[in-house]
C-alpha cells in the first residue's frame, strides 16, 4: 500500500485504448513474432504508414526510396513484461522489445533505405528525433524524413517510482512556469509525421528546429 502522498501522484494519467490491438499479417508479421513484440513498435507501423499514406506516398513508390526513419522512443516497460511471459524465451524475444528494432521495422517493413535511428532522450525523444529528421532534409540524405514519437506506461513501478521521487502532478497537470507547478501527468501517445521539401504553403511548415541541454540545473533529472 503506498503512503497518501506517493498515492496522490499517481492518481492521474492519460491511456490509449486498445493499444494491443493490431493486424501483423498487414506488414508481413507472424502471430508468433507479433506475440513477442512491444505494443509499442505495432503502433509505431501503423502510425508511421499512415503518415506516409496521409502525405500521398503509395507503398510501391516508397520501396527502396531515400526515406528516413527518426524514431523518438524513451525505453520500453514491456521487457519486463515479456520476461515473466512465455513468449519470453523464444527465438523472436530479442527484437520484441529492442529500441534499434522499433525503428528498424518500419524501414524493413516498407523497403526504406533512408537513415534509420531510434532517440532516447527521455521527454526530448520525439524533439531530437524530429531536429535529426530536419537536418537530414537540409543535407540531402533523405528525400524524406519520417519521424515518430511513441511512449506506453506499461508496469505501475515506473509511475510508482516517479511520484515517489515528486516528478509527478497529483493535480494530474502540468502548470509549466507556474507557482503552481508540482509535477508532471504521466500519459501515452503515439504520433508520427511524414517530412519532405515543399514549395507550396499547404499543410504545415517546420522552418527551424534546436536541440540543447541545461548542463549542471537543478537537478540530474531537471
Do not use: K
Amino acid at each position: 500500500r503506498l503512503p497518501p502522498d506517493v498515492a496522490s501522484r499517481t492518481r492521474h494519467g492519460a491511456f490509449l485504448r486498445g493499444a494491443e490491438l493490431s493486424e501483423p499479417s498487414f506488414f508481413g508479421i507472424s502471430p508468433a513474432e507479433a506475440a513477442a513484440m512491444d505494443p509499442q513498435q505495432r503502433l509505431l507501423l501503423e502510425r508511421g504508414y499512415a503518415a506516409l499514406h496521409d502525405a500521398r506516398f503509395e507503398r510501391i513508390t516508397l520501396e527502396g526510396s531515400l526515406t528516413g526513419v527518426f524514431l523518438g522512443f524513451a525505453g520500453s516497460e514491456f521487457g519486463q513484461l515479456l520476461a515473466a511471459s512465455p513468449a519470453g524465451g523464444g527465438v523472436y524475444a530479442a527484437t520484441g522489445s529492442t529500441l534499434s528494432i522499433a525503428s528498424g521495422r518500419l524501414a524493413y517493413a516498407l523497403g526504406l533505405h533512408g537513415a534509420c535511428v531510434s532517440y532516447d532522450t527521455a521527454c526530448s525523444s520525439s524533439l531530437s528525433a524530429c531536429h535529426a529528421g530536419l537536418r537530414a532534409l537540409q543535407l540531402d540524405e533523405c528525400a524524406v524524413g519520417l519521424v515518430a514519437g511513441m511512449a506506453l506506461a506499461l508496469i505501475p513501478s515506473v509511475s510508482t517510482s516517479f511520484a515517489v521521487a515528486g516528478m509527478t502532478s497529483a493535480r494530474g497537470r502540468s502548470h509549466t512556469f507556474d507557482a503552481r507547478a508540482d509535477g508532471y501527468a504521466r500519459g501515452e501517445a503515439c504520433g508520427a509525421v511524414a517530412l519532405r521539401h515543399c514549395d507550396d504553403a499547404s499543410g504545415a511548415s517546420l522552418h527551424g528546429s534546436a536541440v540543447r541541454q541545461g548542463g549542471r540545473a537543478a537537478s540530474l533529472t531537471a
